[in-house]
């Protein structure tokens, strides 16, 4: 049976961190929205220069441009059976767009774990966020470091801070996320499938949290 889990949190909740776990051990695809801009900004794309400028200043991108780009990446057969959503739906229209694009195959969004930091340390994990500009991993400078300083474990490609992981976009990120995103909390809730985790213990331990929330939602 097809699964599709949303993975809701603020920036830095470690969405991403979790996904690409997840990814590993369920053989569930991640979408990740931001990551797809990203590859789209490397490759020069159309939508890459549209999407640019909300990106760097740390505003949603229009939901058409970005439900477009998501409603091509579902076309693609690994998806069918089932995904991990990584900070995709992030406005209610997008949530009701996403139902209806799973709707078509007769899907539907089946639990949405969601991943609690409180507002302090988002900013905090955002701050010391390195990501490898190859496989997309992410680590922090304090809380989860490579083991050799300022390159990746798997693959040794050199880290990077992200462009909208400047202050200034970190803090309007985690503005915009709790005006926007947040209300999809309880637009979830009503909907029976959200189940918060604490966010704020170690990654393995968030990990088997989420694992267990997603298998007992199979
Ligand atoms: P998101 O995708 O939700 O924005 P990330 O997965 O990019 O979050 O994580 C943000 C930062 O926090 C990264 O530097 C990551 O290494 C770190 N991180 C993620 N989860 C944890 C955790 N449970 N404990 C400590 N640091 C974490
Ligand atoms: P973080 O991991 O810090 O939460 P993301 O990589 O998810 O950041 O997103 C980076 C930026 O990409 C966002 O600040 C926003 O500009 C854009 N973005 C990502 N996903 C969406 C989405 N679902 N809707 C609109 N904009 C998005």
């Not at 369920?26 to 990740?32: N, R, T, V, Y």
């Not at 309880?186 to 968030?206: A, N």
Request: a negative charge; glycine letters at 10%.
């Amino acid at each position: 049976m097809a699964i599709y889990v949303v993975l809701m949190g603020g920036p830095g909740a470690g969405k991403g961190t979790q996904a690409k776990k997840l990814q590993k051990q369920m053989g569930l695809p991640q979408i990740s929205t931001g990551d797809l801009f990203r590859e789209n900004f490397k490759n020069e794309t159309k939508l890459g220069r549209q999407a640019r400028p909300y990106v760097d200043s740390g505003e949603l991108v229009p939901d058409e441009i970005t439900l477009g780009m998501v409603g091509e990446r579902l076309k693609r057969p690994d998806t069918e059976g089932g995904a991990i959503f990584d900070g995709f739906p992030r406005t209610i229209a997008q949530a009701d767009a996403l139902e209806a694009l799973l709707a078509e195959n007769g899907e539907r969004v089946n639990v949405v774990p969601y991943i609690h930091v409180d507002k302090d340390l988002l900013l905090k994990r955002l701050a010391g966020r390195w990501t490898c500009p190859v496989c997309g991993r992410v680590y922090h400078d304090l809380f989860n470091p490579p083991q050799k300083p300022g390159v990746c474990d798997v693959d040794g490609a050199k880290l990077y801070q992200r462009e909208d992981d400047t202050m200034d976009t970190q803090r309007r990120r985690i503005e915009v996320y709790f005006e926007q995103t947040a209300p999809l909390l309880d637009y979830y809730r009503g909907k029976g499938l959200l189940i918060q985790i604490d966010g704020e213990q170690s990654i393995e331990q968030v990990f088997e949290d989420l694992r267990k929330a997603i298998e007992e939602a199979r």
